[in-house]
């Protein structure tokens, strides 16, 4: 097998697309892991109360409303990186087998 740019390319772009593949499918896992299995760990409440410059705090919304937009902020950020996810695993999967095929052949027929 000779060395050529060619090859040169096409390992290099199989190599991406595997890594981006990779790195898609452990983000799948991770949000599967959070979302099934460590629930606690994904919780995080942030108080809404608004300080007036006089120093008096501002009416506040209540426990319930607050933990309704904390829900439904962590369903929204598990949206998108699922989103994100699929997206990397869609893209880098054909570049992976397209540029593996390639040299494969490539490798037979010099055989």
């Known amino acids: 097998?000779?060395?050529s740019l060619r090859l040169l390319y096409l390992y290099l772009f199989s190599f991406v697309g595997l890594l981006i593949t990779v790195i898609?499918?452990?983000q799948i896992i991770d949000l599967g892991l959070k979302t099934y299995l460590?629930?606690?760990?994904?919780?995080?409440?942030?108080?809404?109360?608004?300080i007036a410059p006089d120093g008096k705090q501002s009416p506040s919304i209540s426990v319930e409303e607050q933990k309704r937009r904390n829900d439904l902020e962590q369903s929204n950020q598990?949206?998108?990186?699922?989103?994100?996810s699929l997206s990397m695993i869609i893209v880098g999967a054909p570049l992976y087998l397209y540029h593996w095929k390639?040299?494969?052949?490539?490798v037979r027929s010099e055989a």
Do not use: H, N, P
């Open 1 to 3: 097998m000779k060395f």
């Open 24 to 26: 898609g499918s452990i």
């Open 38 to 50: 460590f629930k606690v760990s994904d919780y995080s409440y942030y108080s809404d109360a608004v």
């Open 78 to 84: 598990r949206k998108r990186q699922l989103s994100s």
């Open 102 to 106: 390639t040299i494969k052949k490539e």
